[in-house]
């Protein structure tokens, strides 16, 4: 089995966490610490957001359809999509107060436009120090900086874990083709204890994964068999979306996973 990369952000912040536990000097009670100010993880902006406008010194970004910037908030974390990577760190919220702390994020390359986007919301970020909700839009606003964010309904985790999907389209921009006949079921399952098993139609995986708010990640996976010429096209396209941050979408009996950039997995309910 060959294994795939860590996401770096978990790795980092699980190493943030075990340096402030290990830090006898942190009063979690204090504002200034990482998630002080709202210890127990609730405030009015905890939930799932998306992006739906931004400024940067009075210009306006460029948002991208195919490379959501997502924001999910809770337990005095915070994390989510920055257009092409995922990114989290700590938060810190007292009323209309809002500071993000060790942030840090995946290292992906994508194309020169969301990597552009993402760095302006990255630094951006970092900037703001207000926080204003008023039903379901978020305003963060700081020095030269306005970022608003729509509620983002999370994933139904009760259809979407526990059942088992078989792949039978793979998407790439507004393209869709059907699964290669010749190939074996490529399934997904993930259960409740956050693994996850499948295929990709000529090679067995399994792994970990993480659900935050919309976005799906497999935080960890390998991979097992060897493929035929015929069906390598098909578990290179497996690979490379499972190894992306997933938006993820069901409707009724269909999951359908997207990666940054428009390609995407398309899975119908096992029956």
Known sequence: MTRSKRFFFIAALAAIIAASCGDTTTTVADDSAAGGANPSGTSAIDGSWVLTNGTIDGTAMALLVDYTITMVIGGGEVGGRAACNSYGGFVAISGES???????????????????????????????DTAVRS???????????????????????????????????????????????????????????????????????????VVTGALLQFSSW?????CPGDI?????????????????????TRLTLTAPGGEGLSYRLEQ
């Open 98 to 128: 809002f500071r993000v702390e060790a942030l840090a994020w995946t290292e992906m390359g994508c194309e020169p436009a969301p990597m552009e986007l993402e760095a302006q919301f990255l630094q951006g970020i970092g900037l703001v």
């Open 135 to 209: 039903g379901d839009t978020a305003t963060l606003t700081g020095d030269g900086v306005q970022f608003i964010f729509a509620v983002e309904p999370p994933v139904p985790a009760a259809e979407l874990i526990g059942s088992t999907w078989v792949l039978d389209t793979i998407l790439q921009g507004d393209t869709a083709s059907s699964t290669i006949s010749s190939a074996q079921p490529a399934t997904l399952r993930l259960d409740p204890d956050g693994t996850f098993t499948g295929s990709t139609g000529c090679r067995e995986i399994s792994g970990d994964y």
């Open 222 to 226: 390998g991979a097992d068999g060897t």
């Open 232 to 252: 390598e096209s098909q578990d290179n396209s497996v690979v490379s979306v499972i190894e992306s941050d997933l938006k993820v979408a069901i409707d009724g």
